[in-house]
């Protein structure tokens, strides 16, 4: 039985609640409305709420979107699994592994009925894995001249993550996946077979390095992002510290991915944690509490915080917490003092640290 | 396709389109020949109301995607679209759209009327499913309404009546005594009005006459009237000749202590014994009704239950007959108020209380509404009740909870299933009754369908009598639905055992539960 969104029973009795379908379908269509029918248990009550239908609609505008962008890729050299399945990167083998692991659930969900499994997965894996994360990680394989074969590894990548996950889609979104079959084949994708699990390309391990890694790659992004800096800028240097052996044989086998995604200059992995502190850069005078204390003197403090090199006001105030300017002594309380955090180069870094797993990240801009 | 000429956005509004080339293509052909294995979907056929809503929706885009990924993984699959045309609310729709009553036009005429109102529904809510984007095998469309599919409603009825599962028997129906027609429940309209309720003394049977008690109708005045028995209010006395028990809550502590014994019936005498029942309101009256032929609905599922006597009082013009005794001749009206007279004279009434009530009437004149015993046809679902059981077991189902559900409502059957209705717009029951000797006789199966109220039988009565009196009465619509299986696989013809699954084990049959449950053979 269907509710509005009241939250009571759709009923002609209270009829500005009542939706009918072809309202859905002339403002969205009929697949967002077939994804919110997918999305529930039969033989269960449903709630009809507009933010679901807006919800599929977003969905099959993502794939879209996605689709349109690496369109440019995948169909101007045909890339057969054979040419390539010596060649592939970790990060392929990892959404490779993620595909047909989905390839069964979908095909068990829709064999026992379970509709509503059927679609979150198929969209938690499109939208997150897919589009979030590899389609971004392997555009410098595509653009720059990696090699012959990391390329056609990612084309092929590419193509049979969008061309599965349009057969296992097939029965939600009849009119989307036929739309945009057409640019693969000829022929109806509703009368393709459902599509084979590779078996050889399943590998827990590969799961899970895959998603270790993507944790390191999403904690630079969301840093990129916060710090305003544009995700296809350069970083000078990026170190990343943990105390797992693991993680570092992990990040090591991931590095051309990790630099390539993240644009990174230098990459280095270390056991360990950063040697950091904290460095004095600049110290100025609290004149509301100069002026009034030291009165006549106060134009001393400030010619010798202007004159004398930083590094050596800083030692000083670090040693003592006050500068003596003769027989003046100035406290740290009466001076503004800016410091940041350096590194073991004694350059300026930011420290990320992973709430997920053992990892801090040292960027220098 | 180029793949220069990706557009920027995707747009849904081609989804027409695809729908046309699908169409055209016949992608979603059923082709039968055994080469890939047969899947065989039990399409529930909606009712043609004209439009899909949004529960429609969910069912149908279950089924399509069952449908659709089935093809996927190598099946011929066989998904039609069938259509549940007959019954009451066309009629009634029919009858607002034209202006008129079904009496009103000839059963041809009303009949046509219908079966417009039903093509053109038909037609919109294809359209409606086409939109949706259904995979439906649209050469296997059947209509429950079309002589071809009437022929194998009717079949089926001459089959079952051959195995012995159809009878002919007589059971409660709405009845308009002026009228003097069955009528519906929903044809039922009800109004208020006030009545008195009677507080009328049923005294104790003597108990050294227990055993002679084989029927309740036992007669002869032994009671005293002013012996305190229990006190009964009612609104309708006059049924008092048709009482065959009384019935008092089971937890209720003024009565209980009376269960099991007998009480005689003022003015009919008959000795009636007192029973518990749940359903009893102890708050309404006394707490202790009495159990006529029948008062209302409650009084017709309290006989079934109990399995207790049918007394008879009433003919089809509501006149009493002789087993209501002095009253026999009498209106109802006449009887009531005789009756109350009486048992004010005789002093069994203890006072009378005016009441509220809400009576049922029929919807053309008003007449409050009798229930009456009338022939009526059935099929005898009881004793299929374990052969369902075993076949659910036999099935998977889903979601499992279903099938306990199924099962419970196979054992709660209390009667049988009554397939006759008094209406037009449905599949007419294919029966002629000789008029000399009564017999019933049926058609012969090549002239199927036949309408016996326009047909007439090949063949003089057995008895040599060749005038035969039409049965007017039709068949419930789930006569017609209930087939669509057999029906889907082209039965009676003989090659429907290539696409009946408990025939053939390489093909799958798919059930869609017409309300909510799913069950798959």
């Known amino acids: ?365 | 396709m180029s793949k220069e000429e990706i557009p920027k956005d995707y747009d849904f509004k081609k989804e027409k389109e695809w729908g046309k080339k699908w169409e055209d293509e016949n992608i979603y052909k059923y082709i039968g020949d055994g080469s890939r294995p047969r899947y065989v979907i039990d399409t529930p056929p909606p009712y043609p109301t004209g439009a899909i809503h949004l529960g429609h929706v969910l069912n149908w885009v279950y089924i399509d995607m069952n449908a659709r990924y089935r093809r996927q993984k190598g099946f011929d699959v066989l998904f039609p679209q069938g259509w549940d045309c007959h019954g009451l609310p066309t009629e009634v729709k029919v009858e607002e759209t034209h202006g008129i009553k079904k009496n009103d036009v000839s059963r041809a005429q009303f009949r046509q009327y219908c079966i417009d109102l039903t093509t053109k529904n038909i037609a919109s809510m294809k359209a409606d499913m086409k939109a949706m984007g259904y995979s439906q095998d649209w050469s296997r469309e059947f209509v429950t309404m079309n002589p071809e599919y009437m022929k194998r409603t009717q079949y089926s009825f001459l089959k079952m009546y051959e195995d012995g599962l159809i009878y002919q028997g007589k059971h409660p129906v709405n009845w308009c005594p002026r009228c003097q027609t069955a009528i519906a429940f929903a044809e039922v309209e009800y109004s208020d009005n006030t009545t008195f309720l009677n507080y009328v003394n049923f005294p104790p049977a003597v108990e050294d006459s227990y055993d002679d008690i084989v029927s309740s109708q036992e007669s002869g005045k032994q009671a005293d009237p002013k012996e305190e028995g229990i006190l009964i209010a009612t609104t309708r006395p006059e049924l008092m000749s048709a009482c065959v028990a009384v019935v008092i809550h089971p937890e209720d502590e003024r009565y209980t202590h009376l269960l099991g014994k007998y009480v005689e019936v003022p003015l009919s005498h008959q000795k009636v014994k007192i029973i518990a029942d749940e359903e009893v309101d102890p708050e309404f009256g006394t707490g202790a009704v009495m159990i006529c032929t029948f008062g209302d609905k409650t009084d017709v599922s309290w006989v079934q239950k109990y399995d207790l006597e049918v007394i008879d009082v009433m003919d089809d013009a509501g006149i009493l007959t002789a087993a209501a005794g002095r009253y026999e001749g009498m209106d109802l009206q006449s009887c009531k108020k005789q009756t109350i007279e009486d048992l004010d004279a005789e002093g069994y009434l203890l006072k009378k209380e005016q009441v509220d009530q809400n009576v049922g009437q029929c919807w053309r004149c008003k007449t409050p509404v009798e229930i009456l015993l009338k022939e009526q046809w059935f099929v005898a679902v009881r004793d299929l009740i374990e052969k369902t059981k075993v076949a659910a077991d036999e099935m998977k189902w889903v979601p499992e909870h279903m099938k306990s559900r199924m099962v419970n409502w196979a054992d709660s059957m209390e009667w049988d299933w009554c397939i006759s209705r008094q209406r037009i717009f449905a599949t007419p029951i294919p029966v002629w009754y000789c008029k000399d000797c009564g017999k019933v006789i049926l058609p012969d199966v090549e002239d199927l369908p036949i309408d016996p109220t326009v047909d007439k039988p090949k063949h003089a009565c057995e008895c040599g009598c060749e005038e035969f009196v039409p049965e007017v009465d039709v068949l419930d619509t789930w006569m017609d639905s209930s087939i669509s299986p057999l029906s889907i696989a082209g039965w009676p013809d003989e090659d429907y055992v290539n696409h009946f699954p408990s025939v053939r084990k390489d093909t799958i049959l798919s059930v869609h539960g017409h309300s909510t449950p799913l069950y798959v053979v």
């Open chain 1, 1 to 365: 039985m269907v509710f509005g969104e009241d939250g009571n029973k759709m009923s002609k009795s209270r009829p500005e609640f009542v939706v009918g379908p072809e309202e859905v379908i002339e403002k969205y269509g009929a697949d967002p409305l077939r994804t919110w029918a997918a999305n529930s248990v039969p033989g269960s009550d449903v709630i009809f709420d507009w933010k679901d239908i807006k919800h599929g609609y977003r969905f099959l505008r993502k794939f879209w979107n996605a689709f349109r962008f690496i369109s440019m890729q995948i169909f101007d050299e045909e890339v057969a699994y054979e040419d390539v399945k010596d060649n592939f990167g970790p990060l392929d083998l990892w959404i490779l592994s993620k595909l047909n692991n989905l390839n069964k659930k979908v095909d068990e969900a829709f064999a026992d009925y379970n509709f509503a499994d059927t679609i979150t997965s198929i969209e938690r894996f499109f939208w997150h894995d897919f589009c979030d994360e590899y389609i971004e990680a392997v555009k410098y394989r595509l653009y720059t001249d990696v090699s012959d074969e990391s390329r056609k590894a990612a084309k092929y990548t590419l193509k049979t993550v969008v061309e599965t996950s349009l057969k296992l889609m097939a029965p939600i979104a009849p009119f989307f996946t036929e739309e945009v079959y057409q640019y693969f084949s000829d022929e109806s994708i509703h009368t393709t077979l459902w599509p084979e699990v590779y078996e050889e390309l399943i590998s827990e391990e590969m799961e899970t390095k895959g998603e270790t890694t993507v944790e390191l790659i999403d904690e630079v992004r969301r840093f990129k992002s916060a710090s305003k800096i544009p995700l296809n800028a350069e970083l000078a240097e990026v170190n990343v510290y943990t105390s797992d052996d693991a993680l570092v044989e992990i990040f090591n086998q991931f590095e051309d991915d990790i630099k390539g995604t993240l644009k990174i200059k230098d990459l280095a992995i270390s056991q360990g944690k950063p040697e950091v502190h904290e460095k004095i850069i600049e110290v100025e005078p609290d004149m509301s509490q100069i002026g009034p204390t030291f009165k006549g003197d106060a134009g001393k403090i400030i010619g010798y915080l202007k004159s004398t090199d930083i590094d050596e006001i800083g030692a000083a105030l670090e040693k003592n917490n006050e500068l003596t300017i003769g027989e003046i002594v100035v406290p740290e309380g009466m001076l503004n003092v800016k410091k940041e955090i350096v590194g073991a180069s004694g350059k300026k870094v930011d420290i990320l640290q992973s709430e997920n797993i053992d990892m801090i990240v040292e960027v220098i801009r």
